[in-house]
Antibody
Framework: QVQLQQSGAELAKPGSSVKISCKASGYTFTSYYISWIKQTTGQGLEYIGYINTGSGGTNYNEKFKGKATLTVDKSSSTAFMQLSSLTPDDSAVYYC?????????WGQGVMVTVSS | DIQMTQSPASLSASLGETVSIECLASEDIYNNLAWYQQKPGKSPQLLIYYASSLQDGVPSRFSGSGSGTQYSLKINSLESEDAATYFCLQDSEYPYTFGAGTKLELK
């Protein structure tokens, strides 16, 4: 069955970076893009961007350009998102999702907390 | 960006009732609309895609309809497990955007 297994919760200091992972299984990894979504109580769900898992090409929401960097390791069927120059506003749950026009399968989410 | 206005923000209904949730897009999204269910502490689960197509394994009491800028999710014969937050997603144009969510409470 399709599974997206994300890495564990992160506690980070302001100004630092974190890199979270999303390991896919149960399907041909390079047949679908992987997208990333941010969820907060205040802002709801926000689309960050996607990565073409075959070519490594990316598309970012303008709001997250410079904040998020998406990469992929085809050999391990894993997608990554690095968040840089963290501020408290980056505290959220971050999801990866398999992208087939819509998002049909989601990872379990990673809680990122930014605090000094 | 396409704005998705979802209503109501919250809803209280009894077991066996039928409820509807609406999403209004700021421009035509050509049926490129998905609906999700999310329970506390869990990731979203796809219910409906392309406005009215039922995802495999989703009970038939869930249905979607609409066109152009107006879309709705209908849940027939509410069951206790339907208590959750529901939200819409437009996948017509990047950046994809979500509705703010509807919290469904069962009386």
């Amino acid at each position: 069955q399709v599974q997206l297994q994300q890495s564990g919760a992160e506690l980070a200091k302001p100004g630092s970076s974190v890199k979270i992972s999303c390991k896919a299984s149960g399907y041909t990894f390079t047949s679908y893009y992987i997208s990333w979504i941010k969820q907060t109580t205040g802002q709801g769900l926000e689309y960050i961007g996607y990565i073409n898992t075959g070519s490594g090409g990316t598309n970012y929401n303008e709001k997250f350009k410079g904040k998020a960097t998406l990469t992929v390791d085809k050999s391990s069927s894993t997608a990554f998102m690095q968040l840089s120059s963290l501020t408290p506003d980056d505290s959220a749950v971050y999801y990866c999702a398999r992208h087939d026009y819509y998002f049909d399968y989601w990872g379990q989410g990673v809680m990122v907390t930014v605090s000094s | 960006d396409i704005q998705m206005t979802q209503s109501p923000a919250s809803l209280s209904a009894s077991l066996g009732e039928t409820v509807s949730i609406e999403c209004l897009a700021s421009e035509d999204i050509y049926n490129n609309l998905a609906w999700y269910q999310q329970k506390p502490g869990k990731s979203p689960q796809l219910l409906i895609y392309y406005a009215s197509s039922l995802q495999d394994g989703v009970p038939s009491r869930f249905s979607g309809s609409g066109s152009g800028t107006q879309y709705s999710l209908k849940i027939n014969s509410l069951e206790s497990e339907d208590a959750a937050t529901y939200f819409c997603l437009q996948d017509s144009e990047y950046p994809y955007t979500f509705g703010a969510g509807t919290k469904l409470e069962l009386k």
